[in-house]
């Protein structure tokens, strides 16, 4: 039972980012492009909801729903990983329009060719686990 | 101007979207879909490779099932809750599109050039979905996130390495949209 709240989570953001159209190869092509505004529009309104959130529950000392007050860890410090596998992430993003959460939900959707898009993903992932210690970082 | 079975406004989508974000960080968790990539290497027993796939797994239970409501919330949209009216483009953007051959949006959230079966096993789009994919998986282990985990989380809470990762991002898509594709197409 303690699962079902992530269920219900998880299907609001399939809904969202379907009918938003995130999922769609052809708004990520024309977020690109800027010729449009709706993605922007998608990915600002999320970060400004994000912050006055979090900073509701950060000046507050909100108590989370595990009885801790909510606290969230600061990502690594760094560079190189940053901006390369930034770059490398953004190209594949540019060519067949899909982040990893998309590509889950376009499979849910029907999509199934997307498929081909997981299992090029799970190969890259697992080629990350096999190099990263010969990678700069 | 709005339908609920056509395009959701940007501003109610992004309110959704931060929420999302929000009630997953109440529930004690963070919001970031790539690590699930990890996760089922892991399952699928990538640690006998490598000890970066030699995790607690199970403590990432709740993040599959996340994935889990997303693809059935994917199914859910699609079949129930549109009406073939969304993915109105830029024309300017179509006429693009039309000069590549890839085929304009009728409504689809993707190319038929994508998806449909006669397509996606010709090698150049079989390569191309999976190199893709590949680059996205590689890319967003190497960056420790994703457009969720960075963009969104990260941002939110005032990151800097995430703002380089998204400013990686966008280079990457930049290029890829405006030399790769062309290229390819």
């Given at each position: 039972m303690k699962f079902i709240k992530y269920l219900l989570v998880g299907i609001l953001f399939g809904i969202v980012l379907t009918k938003s159209e995130a999922v769609s190869w052809y708004r990520i092509y024309e977020m690109f492009q800027f010729q449009s505004f709706h993605m922007f529009g998608i990915i600002m309104t999320a970060i400004v909801v994000g912050v006055i959130g979090i900073q509701i529950y950060k000046r507050n000392g909100v108590i989370g729903l595990d009885g801790k007050p909510i606290q969230i860890a600061d990502k690594e410090k760094g560079f190189k990983n940053y901006i390369i596998g930034g770059t490398i992430f953004g190209l594949g993003w540019g060519m067949i329009g899909t982040c990893p959460g998309p590509i889950f939900i376009l499979i849910g959707a029907g999509?199934?060719?997307i498929g081909i898009v997981f299992l090029g993903a799970m190969i890259g992932t697992f080629l990350y686990g096999l190099l990263k210690d010969k990678l700069p970082h | 101007m709005y339908s609920f079975y056509g395009t959701w406004p940007w501003y109610i989508s992004g309110f959704l979207i931060g929420a999302v974000m929000l009630l997953l960080i109440y529930f004690g968790k963070t919001f970031g879909m790539s690590s699930n990539l990890r996760t089922l290497c892991s399952i699928s027993g990538a640690g006998k490779f490598s000890d970066?796939?030699?995790?607690?797994?199970k403590a990432q239970r709740w993040n599959l099932v996340v994935v889990l409501g997303a693809m059935i919330g994917g199914f859910i949209a699609v079949h129930?809750?549109?009406?073939?009216?969304?993915?109105?483009?830029?024309p300017a953007t179509v006429a693009q599109l039309n000069e590549m051959n890839i085929d304009a949006p009728h409504g689809n959230l993707l190319p038929e050039l994508f998806t449909s079966k006669e397509a996606i096993f010709t090698p150049k789009i079989f390569g191309f979905l999976l190199f893709g994919g590949l680059l996205v998986g590689f890319g967003s282990r190497y960056a420790g996130g994703c457009t969720s985990g960075h963009a969104i989380t990260g941002m939110s809470n005032l990151q800097l390495p995430s703002l380089i990762a998204v400013i990686g991002f966008f280079v990457g898509g930049l290029i890829a949209a405006h030399f790769l594709l062309p290229l390819i197409f």
């Open positions: 999509f199934y060719g | 970066f796939f030699r995790f607690d797994w129930y809750l549109s009406d073939g009216s969304g993915v109105n483009l830029n």
